[in-house]
């Protein structure tokens, strides 16, 4: 029932900026979500999570650069990425877990984020 599809990814020089965004169909409100990401030859990591009650967590990586965000209004979830580094280059996939329990449950087909020095 819940479905979710990137949007957003590109080609982008360091130093600029990408807004991804991940339209979710089935969405509750109560459901956590997240964003994702894996390099070529890495394993994937956990970018940023936000809960049922709009508490985020980032990686270290990325905290004070990049911010995750929902409007309910349309059912999307947003991760503003700035001052990007060549090392942010992977594909990047939004999840949802539907009882926030740390277990995500669905994900998006993945949106490619590429940073060039």
């Known amino acids: 029932q819940v479905q979710l599809v990137e949007s957003g990814g590109g080609s982008v020089q360091a130093g600029g900026s990408l807004r991804l965004a991940c339209q979710v169909s089935?969405?509750?409100?109560?459901?956590?979500m997240g964003w994702f990401r894996q390099a070529p030859g890495k394993e994937r990591e956990g970018v940023a999570t936000?809960?049922?009650?709009?508490?985020?967590n980032y990686a270290d990586s990325v905290k004070g650069r990049f911010t995750i965000s929902k409007d309910d209004a349309t059912n999307t979830l947003y991760l503003q990425m700035n001052s990007l580094k060549p090392e942010d280059t992977a594909t990047y996939y939004c999840?949802?877990?539907?009882?926030?329990?740390?277990?995500?449950?669905?994900w998006g087909q993945g949106t490619q984020v590429t940073v060039f020095a």
């Open positions: 999840a949802t877990d539907p009882r926030c329990t740390s277990n995500y449950e669905y």
């Open positions: 936000l809960d049922s009650v709009g508490t985020t």
């Open positions: 089935g969405y509750l409100p109560n459901y956590c």
